[in-house]
């Protein structure tokens, strides 16, 4: 039997008491200097990595944290990994036997689903940051590996996270700067991409030894009593201004509903409901009221659904500040452990993410209760990504991967833009110059679709239609999500195209493999991309006619669309 156990879990860890003193200009130098630890940190990954999906697609996260776990600076990346790190840290640690046993120059690996919140294939690496002999604190890098041994190099369909690649439970791959070669030889007899995987663990390494030097760095120049009064004092500013926001909403309960498309492995649409509680300037966030834990891999592990609480949250009220710990004190997160945002070994994880970005989504349509005007409409609610593979010509294999860009939601202000989904929002999908380089394919389109926006007072962002046309046989792995329930408006804004992947052979109907593992794609077909657009904010009656004429001459909209849903264009116009 699964536990029915019902946890409330901060989302941010508590201030320490601290002996030293800093000024407010010293805790401003500190802070920035961290965040520039952090933005070093990744230029050294993007620099040295082998594979595309890092040094474009930039999917990973590289993050400090302090002795107590407690984050404190992390660059712009893939804003869903930032709440997972302190729990990957911890477990990693705990797996070489604790702090004790760390000594500098070691490098951790750990990717054990229900610890990182993410699929086998994001692995962290650890590195320890020393002062005086003791650890200090800790830099992170989570970043995607091309393959690590899974039923196929990206699934959709696996029923237990033994499919899903090869564990790492806390292992020291480097001892006191030496690599342990007994763990390195086990990665590497257990990936088909060898060479890739080789490249990008030794680029996480690197940006980790760059974070401790400049960590390091930073203590010794302030000393630690003011590097702990500054890091408490950072710490403190980010409660308020998370907490200045939400003393703003009327105390409540608001509720969200919204679904999954399928689990993966049964057919039928998966609903869920998150509820947001706002008393004061605290806000809970519960995912007790969702479906037990799935037999497809749509099971979200409870550090990835911490970090979709916090995104959503930092997305409205950090103001634009980069996180840390302290914007996640005000925050409280409900889960009932069993379930698919709290699963429980061996429970399949894979597609972990697309619950998560749901979630986000849901959250924002449960504020709507409470502020409308300060929320967006619903965006595509995807990352409609896709991992290709197969053999080149001369039998050497190939491996890529992206996310690609949705319309993003309207909001009381302004329509939506196009880009990637907010949970992915520093990311980015890879240039069609070094896909059509690397690859053994053809972009034969790749375009904004008209019409795919709601319509509103304020439109909603376009979709985008790609077509990929294979020069040699390939398999792929398509995860798009919100297919069936088109991303809603709001105040009276209309709905967005909702997400479709169809697979095109020559003289067959189209085929829908929105959500499939393996699908083969023989040379000379196709695979096609239609991805969702945002929903519109506002009567659309309430358009002025002039944005709704630029949106027909800029292709946004076609003319039928026009008179469709903005009757005061068709009346301007006329019958033209």
Known sequence: MLSKTTTTHPAGLPRNDVSGSSDPITTEVIRHALNSAANQMKRALIRT??????????????????????MLSQAPSLPLFMGTLNYAVDEAVKGIGGVDNLDPGD??????????????????????????????????????????????PYCTDTTDIFQEGTVYPGLKLYRKGELNDDVYRIIIANTRMPKAVAGDMGAQVTGCRVGVERFEDIVTRYGIDTFKAAVEDMFDHGDRVIRSYFEKIPDGRY??????????????????????????SDVVIDFSNVPEQTRGPINCPLPSTMSAARVAITMLAGYGEPPHEGHFRPIQVITREGTMFHPVAPAPCFIYGWPAMQAIEIIYRALAEAIPEGVPASSGGCIDSCVW??????????????PHPVGQGAWAGGDGGTMLHVAESATRFTPVE?????????????????????AGQWRGGAGVDFTFRMLGDTYATTVFERTKLPPWGLAGGGEGRANLCNLAITGEDLQNVSKATGVFIPAGERLEFHTGGGGGYGDPTMRPVEAVHDDVTDGYITKDFARRNYPQWQKAVGGT
């Open 389 to 402: 593979w197969g053999v080149k010509d001369d039998g050497s294999p190939w491996m890529d991967g992206a």
């Open 255 to 280: 509720v969200g509903q919204g679904q999954m498309d399928s689990d993966g492995v049964t057919e039928g649409v998966v609903p869920f409901e998150v509820a947001l509680e706002v008393k004061g």
């Open 107 to 152: 490098v951790l690996i750990y990717n054990w689903s229900y610890g990182t919140g993410s699929h086998a294939q994001d692995v962290v690496i650890v590195m320890p940051a020393f002062h005086g002999g003791a650890v200090i604190g800790y830099t992170a890098i989570k970043g995607h590996w091309l393959d690590i041994a899974a039923k196929e």
């Open 434 to 454: 070094v896909w059509e380089n690397r690859n053994p394919w053809v972009v034969e389109q790749m375009a904004l679709a008209a019409d795919s926006g709601g």
């Open 49 to 70: 990595a082998f594979s595309p999906i890092i040094y474009e697609v930039l999917d990973f996260a590289v993050a400090i944290y302090d002795r107590d776990l407690r």
